[in-house]
Every structure is written in structure tokens, then in C-alpha cells.
């Protein structure tokens, strides 16, 4: 029997569940330096954490002014980024551990993603993580990518869940600024730990200053346990 009433679990995807920043980061790279831009380094890389790929190629045309268009740089960077990680993604342990211990509870869950339906699935299915989120939702999917609330707000509405009951989990300022506006609770877990003061991250209610690096299942468990909302 659950103790945790009618909470429902929204996980974001890249550098929440799995750490798929490097192969993001690689397969960015790789296309740039395609099109002759040859210094693009990790910390441009970070800039871009939660947002959208699409929102993303599209800042890239603009600051290095490629001629092509978005939808082929767009078609090439997804190209790279499924070999990548269908070959190699990790799931971070004790976030595998935190979705076993809800989904021994019953609890319904979901995936969020900035990333496209194809590499979502890819990535689920390649960590065996599939087996407990089958629900996902793209912001290719949706009007607006992250910070605005689309994404969690259509995973709400496919997992039958009201927003009130929803617990948003997040690793980028976008997506804890896109939970805070769908009317969620979120556990944020910066991916970088040095923009974990920023006013985004203040609007948490599990805030996990140091990452992955101070992240337990078991903490964030009774934390959700402790904080159901009464009916």
C-alpha cells in the first residue's frame, strides 16, 4: 500500500535520470566543427542545459551565423546524438533506485524531456529504464519548450494526474522555472552545481545544492512521503 496518496512523479531526462550531457555536449561539437566552428568548448556547452535542441540550434545559427538551416543543422546533431547514445548513456544509480522505490509504491510516473521522441526512447530503452516510464512527453510535442510549463503540463494530463499532485524532478533552471509555473512541486538537482543559487532554483522545495554528488533516493523518498499534501 502507497503512503504517498496521489502524488504523481515527472522526471526530466538528460542530466536528471541519465548523464547525457557529454554525449550532447559531443555530438554539438562535432556538427559545429562541421560547419567550421572549431572552439566550442564544455562551459558554451552548459549555457544551453535544459533547453530545448531545437532552441538551442537555433541560438547556434544566429551567434556563429551558419548558412544552413536550422533543420539540417537540426536532422545532423539528432543523427550524432542517437549513435552516441544508443552506444553509451548512463543512468545515475540512485536515480534508478529512486524510480524502483516509486514504482514498488505504485506511483505513477513520467518522463518530461527537451530532447525528440526518437532519443528519449532511445535512451529509456538503452538504460532499461523503460521498463518503469513508459509515459514520456517531447517538447517537440508541445507548443513551448522549457521554462514554459507545456511539457509537464501534457505529462500531467497523459498520466491523469492533477498539476497540484505532481512532483517535478529537474536538474536545469529551465525546467525548475517551467515546474514552478505548471503549479508543481520540484526536487531540482542542478547539473551545475555552481547555478544552484540562482532565482529559479529558490523556487524548489527539495533543493539538492550539490547535485547528483549529494542525491539519494532514500532522502528524496521520505521527503515526498513527509510532504503529501493533505486532502
Same mark, same amino acid.
Given at each position: 500500500?502507497?503512503?504517498?496518496?496521489?502524488?504523481?512523479?515527472?522526471?526530466?531526462?538528460?542530466?536528471?535520470?541519465?548523464?547525457?550531457?557529454?554525449?550532447?555536449?559531443?555530438?554539438? &561539437?562535432?556538427?559545429?566543427?562541421?560547419?567550421?566552428?572549431?572552439?566550442?568548448?564544455?562551459?558554451?556547452?552548459?549555457?544551453? *542545459?535544459?533547453?530545448?535542441?531545437?532552441?538551442?540550434?537555433?541560438?547556434?545559427?544566429?551567434?556563429?551565423?551558419?548558412?544552413?538551416?536550422?533543420?539540417?543543422?537540426?536532422?545532423?546533431?539528432? &543523427?550524432?546524438?542517437?549513435?552516441? $547514445?544508443?552506444?553509451?548513456?548512463? @543512468?545515475?544509480?540512485?536515480?534508478?533506485?529512486?524510480?524502483?522505490?516509486?514504482?514498488?509504491?505504485?506511483?505513477?510516473? @513520467?518522463?518530461?524531456?527537451?530532447?525528440?521522441?526518437? $532519443?528519449?526512447?532511445?535512451?529509456?530503452?538503452?538504460?532499461?529504464?523503460?521498463?518503469?516510464?513508459?509515459?514520456?512527453?517531447? $517538447?517537440?510535442?508541445?507548443?513551448?519548450?522549457?521554462?514554459?510549463?507545456? *511539457?509537464?503540463?501534457?505529462? $500531467? &494530463?497523459?498520466?491523469? @494526474?492533477?498539476?497540484?499532485?505532481?512532483?517535478?524532478?529537474?536538474?536545469?533552471?529551465?525546467?525548475?522555472?517551467?515546474?514552478?509555473?505548471?503549479?508543481?512541486?520540484?526536487?531540482?538537482?542542478?547539473?551545475?552545481?555552481?547555478? @544552484?543559487?540562482?532565482?529559479?532554483?529558490?523556487?524548489?522545495?527539495?533543493?539538492?545544492?550539490?547535485?547528483?554528488?549529494?542525491?539519494?533516493?532514500?532522502?528524496?523518498?521520505?521527503?515526498?512521503?513527509?510532504?503529501?499534501?493533505?486532502?
Amino acid at each position: 500500500m502507497s503512503n504517498l496518496g496521489d502524488t504523481a512523479v515527472i522526471f526530466d531526462l538528460d542530466g536528471t535520470l541519465v548523464d547525457s550531457e557529454p554525449n550532447y555536449y559531443e555530438a554539438g &561539437r562535432q556538427v559545429l566543427a562541421a560547419y567550421g566552428v572549431l572552439d566550442y568548448s564544455w562551459s558554451d556547452h552548459e549555457r544551453f *542545459v535544459g533547453i530545448s535542441t531545437l532552441e538551442t540550434v537555433a541560438v547556434w545559427k544566429d551567434r556563429y551565423g551558419l548558412r544552413a538551416s536550422v533543420e539540417e543543422i537540426l536532422a545532423a546533431k539528432n &543523427r550524432l546524438y542517437l549513435e552516441l $547514445a544508443r552506444a553509451s548513456t548512463r @543512468a545515475y544509480p540512485e536515480m534508478r533506485e529512486f524510480v524502483e522505490l516509486l514504482a514498488s509504491a505504485g506511483v505513477p510516473m @513520467a518522463v518530461a524531456s527537451g530532447s525528440s521522441p526518437e $532519443a528519449i526512447a532511445a535512451v529509456l530503452a538503452g538504460t532499461g529504464l523503460d521498463a518503469y516510464l513508459r509515459t514520456s512527453v517531447s $517538447a517537440d510535442e508541445v507548443a513551448h519548450g522549457k521554462p514554459a510549463p507545456d *511539457v509537464f503540463l501534457e505529462a $500531467a &494530463r497523459r498520466l491523469g @494526474a492533477a498539476p497540484a499532485d505532481c512532483v517535478v524532478v529537474e536538474d536545469a533552471a529551465p525546467g525548475a522555472a517551467a515546474a514552478h509555473a505548471a503549479g508543481m512541486r520540484c526536487i531540482a538537482i542542478p547539473y551545475v552545481t555552481a547555478q @544552484a543559487g540562482g532565482p529559479e532554483f529558490a523556487t524548489a522545495d527539495l533543493l539538492v545544492a550539490g547535485g547528483q554528488a549529494e542525491f539519494t533516493a532514500r532522502t528524496a523518498h521520505d521527503w515526498l512521503v513527509r510532504t503529501v499534501p493533505v486532502a
